[in-house]
């Protein structure tokens, strides 16, 4: 399985920005698709999660409300649509994919099994 992140730039506090992520190599309707992001010196954390099934979505407290994850199936792309943006926000944010990812571990990163290459996000005040 390959993924492939794109969309990150730099943008203003407030503004919106809307990152992607390619899968290639799978069934992409097979996959549940999780958005985390690493900021210098910090830990990797989770930010949002469609499930495969049904397609339910699932939100860090940090970004609800702000941020939409969406999957188009036809496309096997993954998007996250980033509102209200704050300098906070700003990372790197890494796509993940996982065919049989429970709900319960949706947020840790170590149970997904396949990661693109990220894609930076720097939002300035």
């Known amino acids: 399985v390959q993924l492939q992140a794109s969309g990150g730039g730099s943008v203003q506090a407030g503004d919106s920005l809307r990152v992607s992520c390619a899968v290639s190599?799978?069934?992409?309707?097979?996959?549940?698709m999780g958005w985390f992001r690493q900021a210098p010196g910090n830990e990797r954390e989770f930010v949002a999660a469609i499930r495969r099934n049904g397609g339910s979505t699932h939100y860090a407290d940090s970004v609800k409300g702000r941020f939409t994850i969406s999957r188009d199936n036809a496309k096997s792309t993954v998007y996250l649509q980033m509102n209200s943006l704050k300098p906070e926000d700003t990372a790197v944010y890494y796509c993940?994919?996982?065919?049989?990812?429970?709900?319960?571990?949706?947020?840790?990163?170590?149970?997904?099994?396949?990661w693109g290459q990220g894609t930076e996000v720097t939002v300035s005040s």
């Open positions: 190599g799978a069934t992409f309707s097979a996959y549940s």
């Open positions: 993940a994919a996982d065919r049989a990812i429970i709900l319960s571990d949706i947020r840790r990163g170590d149970a997904w099994d396949n």
